[in-house]
């Protein structure tokens, strides 16, 4: 079986600058030729200098009607390559695709340009949704100025392809954003009972989406943390993390407004059940989230104490 990597998209969605950058790696390497066919040319090229040093030879086949099963297999024979990458046309209805049949799709990957898709989304749906129904990865990329619709985009992939796996990238690289869908617990409960792993991700999710904690009530173990010179009437309910490796250790925790916080001890556990807020605060040289205790309960260390990202 020839191994065969599709990579599809519409015009300009980052398709060449994804097969440049893979080309480029050390773990894509391989001791064969690889054949690149190319089914449209849009404003970035492949260098030659790329194509020699990976042992990669270039086909364009710019006519549908050209990209068929007898066509494939004669460049196949012309060129012997290892392996084969197409840069397939978004233009073209992926469904209708006929590949030799002993040519097997090792993996199918779809680009998108986020500033263009709810133009392609609504305009050419059909066409994208044969794109995206059989891929396994979905990137997104140019997000910088879509990163409020990005929950959007995901739910419509995910409603062609559930099983799909989507990345969202800007001009920094990937963007590490957690979905309300993807939270480990719901954020719709009375009170939002928070375990350990619940914990490590609501402090991380509320850094950047506070908005869907403001005036909801949550409840979780952590440790006292009583800071110097702080406030008698506050403490930091929180819980120590790894975030790497072991020598990496962060204490995690937004400050809590409690009238009795005299009353607790340094590093003793509690269970603190608080409404969330978003204050001005000191600690934070500006706004951000404060926790208002309701209830302030002593008790045991849970089994796993440390909070592991790695």
Not at 93 to 105: A, D, R, S
Not at 173 to 198: A, T
Not at 232 to 259: E, H, I, N, Q, S
């Amino acid at each position: 079986m020839k191994p065969v990597y599709v990579i599809n998209g519409f015009l300009e969605s980052g398709k060449t600058e994804f097969i440049r950058y893979t080309l480029s790696q050390p773990y894509f390497r391989i001791k064969g030729k690889t054949l690149l066919i190319a089914c449209e040319e849009g404003e970035v090229e492949y260098e030659a200098e790329l194509l020699a040093k990976t042992n990669t030879v270039m086909e364009v086949i710019d006519d549908e009607a050209d990209f068929n099963a007898t066509a494939l297999t004669e460049l196949e024979k012309k060129h012997k390559p290892e392996r084969i990458i197409i840069e397939f046309n978004g233009m073209w209805n992926y469904k209708n695709i006929k590949l030799p049949w002993y040519w097997k799709i090792e993996q199918q990957i779809t680009t998108i340009d986020a500033s263009t898709f709810p133009m392609y989304y609504t305009n050419m749906r059909s066409l994208l949704a044969e794109m995206v129904r059989k891929s396994e990865l979905i990137i997104f990329n140019r997000c910088d100025d879509a990163r409020e619709q990005l929950g959007n985009y995901r739910r419509n992939i995910k409603a062609v392809n559930a099983a799909a796996e989507i990345v969202f990238e800007d001009s920094n690289g990937e963007i590490d954003e957690i979905f309300e869908e993807d939270l480990p617990y719901d954020i719709n409960q009375d009170i939002i009972e928070l375990d350990s792993q619940g914990y490590g991700i609501w402090f991380l999710d509320s850094m950047d989406h506070l908005d869907r904690y403001l005036g909801k009530k949550i409840s979780f173990v952590a440790q006292v943390l009583l800071p110097e010179n702080g406030p008698k009437d506050c403490f930091v309910p929180g819980r120590m993390a790894m975030t790497c490796c072991a020598d990496d250790m962060a204490f995690l925790g937004y400050v809590c407004k409690y009238a009795a916080a005299g009353s607790l001890k340094q590093r003793e556990w509690v269970k603190v059940t608080a409404t969330v807020t978003r204050e001005f605060w000191e600690g934070y040289k500006g706004q951000g989230p404060v926790l208002h205790a309701i209830s302030v309960v002593k008790t045991k260390a849970p089994k796993e104490e440390v909070i592991s990202f790695v």
